[in-house]
């Protein structure tokens, strides 16, 4: 055998220094950056753009297009001040040969309405659309420019980060580049052997990541918005096999655990199914009986069960838990929202109550003495535990942990759910898992993606549904839509108004929904219109949602927080906004709330031409078929510009910069370099792991 090249030093000290040794890093920062999962130098390395922003120059209000995002100059030539349903800022922008642009501001201090008098000059970034009065721009970025501050346009596209409340771009990005400034040589940082790099042409790692985080103004900005850069997809193979290493290393670590034997006498089990109003379709009992199956192993199940929105996923998930409480064994039960697992908790509540057994709530918002007798109780062995991520925090412990039951679990990492599997750790003892996902993935990605789980089907609706109806409508006929609303409430029909604005901040999205909550309910006079969105407190998201159950609410209007999970039977009309940025994945998830009784459903999906060709296509899709899995493999066909923001948004599979329907033309190479690396360089393999999944690698260690 010929001599490998001799290994590089692999040992990287700036990689793993505290992000607080950067200059400027005091503890406010290193805090918010804890909770972007950022506490090394080499987490920032990789902590990588969403999206970016063209500011290297400034476009002409003429050549402004509805739709783009642009940096505009203008002179303020009017401002208005409103207050019909609630504060509203106005301002009109020119250029002082007729074309103006209207900025409008729903949250705004007084010294900002104060700096922007007319005849002031400003900079704005933003996206225009097509408003009543022509073009606006909705908070957009601003700054005013003076003789002293001349404009600058930016060297470079400036990347967008995901971030968190109380960072700002501006700083994040500063952090970023004192990171980036510590980038060490390849030969330090690459961590596939260079033998596996040459053999798949696999191009320099520093000069990827320098070139995603500062892309330079040349820079194919579409390839960018796709993701299909040659530097993106360098570091898309990366996270792949990352991934992949991790799913197999896990996998092989439970082969090698014990788990309880949950065979209880099915007693419980056979007093919930004598109590429900309805029989379970053969395909809920083949799934149901698969799980029961696994749980008399003892061997840790790993289960995931995938069926459509509606399949009925919940009763086989309380029956699992049912043969774990006969053993003994105490339950716990994970959803990805505090609106979902609460939908749980009163769906258990009521389904468990006439068993005499008690259920236990256990959110983040849980807090002080509740949650400290809370979780005494977990302590003590209380039998069912449902919550959200706040289940796998510290201070959570089970007494005898049997099983997991992860719900939508393409919202959680692989690394979550280990989390909280962990919790039940009993020596070589670990809890069975069962995964539940409404997102069914065509089989090939089902490999990589799930490559640690065994998978069941529901592949049948229950009888008595009828499908939804849908069509596509322009925005341009929205007052027919709402006149539409009017007719359907009168006849007492419920309604969901979805607004899903993309953007990276929850205030920006529960802003969207405010004006349009504003507009309904002036439109519709006589009829009660509420309003959800995730910053609210989930108190007054429940009482919201429980008015809307109750019927005393005629109209919903709500952010994509209603995506999953949420079930109110006599909704029968959905207003998808700006359904054309939607992915098909998400926009099926939503319909999926309406058609669940047994009267017909109807789905508008309002659109902002011009619809693109692979817009067009995918409301097309929407208008044939209510099958989740043709809706799937559609999916995979048609991914497009759009699809890779919608995914990114909901955080499906947690990736950071790898999309495995865009980059499945990668996953034979990785599952290649992924086999050699396991067996030729498990450390480097493990290094890998710890780079890209910091600080929740720890769990990993199975
Ligand atoms: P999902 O799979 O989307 O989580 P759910 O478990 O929320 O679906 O079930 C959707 C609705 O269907 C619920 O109201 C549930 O009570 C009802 N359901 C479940 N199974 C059946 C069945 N076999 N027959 C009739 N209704 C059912
Ligand atoms: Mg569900």
Redesign the pocket.
């Known amino acids: 055998m010929s001599a490998r090249p001799a290994r590089p030093m692999i040992a990287n000290d700036t990689g793993t220094m505290p992000v607080s040794a950067l200059s400027g890093v005091g503890p406010a920062l290193v805090e918010s950056l804890k909770r972007l999962g950022l506490e090394r130098v080499q987490d920032l390395w990789f902590h990588l753009p969403l999206r970016y922003e063209d500011k290297t120059h400034v476009t002409t209000l003429a050549d402004l297009r509805p739709g783009e995002r642009a940096q505009v100059e203008g002179v303020v030539e009017t401002v208005e001040s409103g207050f019909r349903y609630r504060p509203q800022l106005k301002v009109a922008i020119g250029d002082g040969v007729g074309q103006t642009l209207l900025l409008r501001f729903f949250h705004f201090r007084r010294t900002q309405a104060e700096q922007l008098r007319p005849g002031t000059r400003l900079l704005c970034y933003g996206e225009a659309r097509m408003g009543a009065q022509g073009l606006e721009m909705v908070h957009p970025q601003y700054q005013r420019i003076t003789t002293e501050v001349p404009i600058t346009v930016e060297e470079r596209l400036s990347p967008v980060y995901p971030t968190t409340e109380g960072l700002g771009q501006k700083r994040l990005a500063g952090v970023i580049d004192k990171a980036l400034a510590l980038l060490p040589p390849d030969a330090q940082l690459e961590l596939i052997p260079p033998e596996l790099c040459a053999e798949h042409g696999l191009s320099s790692l520093r000069e990827a990541l320098l070139y995603v985080h500062r892309p330079p103004p040349d820079a194919h900005m579409g390839q960018l918005t796709l993701g299909r850069h040659p530097t993106q997809q360098r570091l898309a193979f990366e996270e792949l096999l990352t991934q992949h290493l991790s799913l197999k290393r896990m996998r092989a670590a439970v082969r090698r655990r014990h788990a309880p034997v949950l065979g209880g006498d099915g007693q419980l089990r056979r007093r919930l199914q004598d109590g429900?109003?309805?029989?379970?379709?053969a395909a809920?009992q083949r799934v149901t009986r698969e799980v029961a199956v696994d749980l008399v192993q003892p061997k840790p199940m790993l289960r995931l069960v995938q069926?459509?929105?509606?399949?009925?996923?919940?009763?086989?998930a309380a029956l699992a838990a049912l043969a774990a409480l006969e053993a003994g064994r105490q339950v716990a039960l994970m959803a990805p929202t505090e609106l979902l697992a609460e939908q749980h908790l009163r769906?258990f509540r009521h389904w468990l109550a006439p068993l005499d057994i008690e259920v236990e709530w256990l959110a983040g918002k849980v807090q002080g003495k509740a949650r400290q007798k809370a979780l005494q109780r977990v302590a003590d062995g209380a039998p069912i535990v449902i919550g959200t991520h706040a289940l796998m925090q510290e201070g959570v412990s089970f007494a005898r942990l049997g099983l997991v039951i992860v719900?939508e679990q393409h919202r959680f990492g692989v690394h979550q759910r280990l989390a909280l599997r962990d919790k039940g750790l009993e020596g070589e003892q670990v809890p069975h898992q069962l995964v539940?996902t409404?997102t069914p993935i065509p089989r090939t990605l089902a490999m990589s993606a799930y490559a640690d789980l065994d998978v069941s089907s529901?592949d049948e609706l229950?009888?008595?549904r009828t499908p939804v109806q849908t069509i596509a409508i322009s925005n341009g006929r929205r007052h027919e839509v709402i006149e539409r609303i009017h007719v359907a409430c009168a006849e007492g029909r419920q309604v969901y108004w979805v607004c899903t604005l993309i953007e990276e901040s929850e205030q920006l999205r529960a802003q969207a929904a405010e004006v349009a909550h504003a507009e309904l309910s002036a439109a519709l006079l006589g009829f009660h219109v509420g309003l959800i969105h995730g910053r609210m407190k989930p108190k007054e998201k429940q009482a919201v949602m429980d008015a809307f159950k109750a019927g005393e609410l005629a109209v919903l209007v709500a952010t994509t927080v209603i995506e999953v999970?949420v079930?109110v039977?006599n909704a029968s009309l959905m207003v998808i906004e700006n359904s054309e940025r939607l992915g098909l994945a998400q926009l099926h998830q939503l319909r999926?709330r309406v058609g669940?009784g047994a009267v017909a459903s109807n789905c508008v999906l309002l659109y902002q031409p011009p619809l693109g060709q692979l817009a067009r296509e995918r409301l097309q899709v929407m208008r044939e078929t209510n099958d989740g899995f043709r809706i799937a493999e559609k999916d995979l066909e048609l991914r497009g510009p759009g699809e890779v923001l919608g995914t990114r948004q909901t955080g499906q599979l947690s990736f950071r910069i790898a999309d495995l329907a865009r980059d499945a033309h990668l996953l034979p190479a990785v599952q290649s370099v992924g086999e050699r690396m396991l067996r030729l360089h498990p450390k480097h393999a493990e290094q890998l792991i710890e780079r890209w999944v910091g600080g929740a690698a720890r769990y990993v260690h199975a």
């Open positions: 429900l109003p309805f029989q379970l379709t809920q069926g459509d929105v509606g399949s009925g996923k919940t009763v086989v769906n719900d539940l409404a529901i229950p009888p008595g999970g079930d039977p999926g669940r």
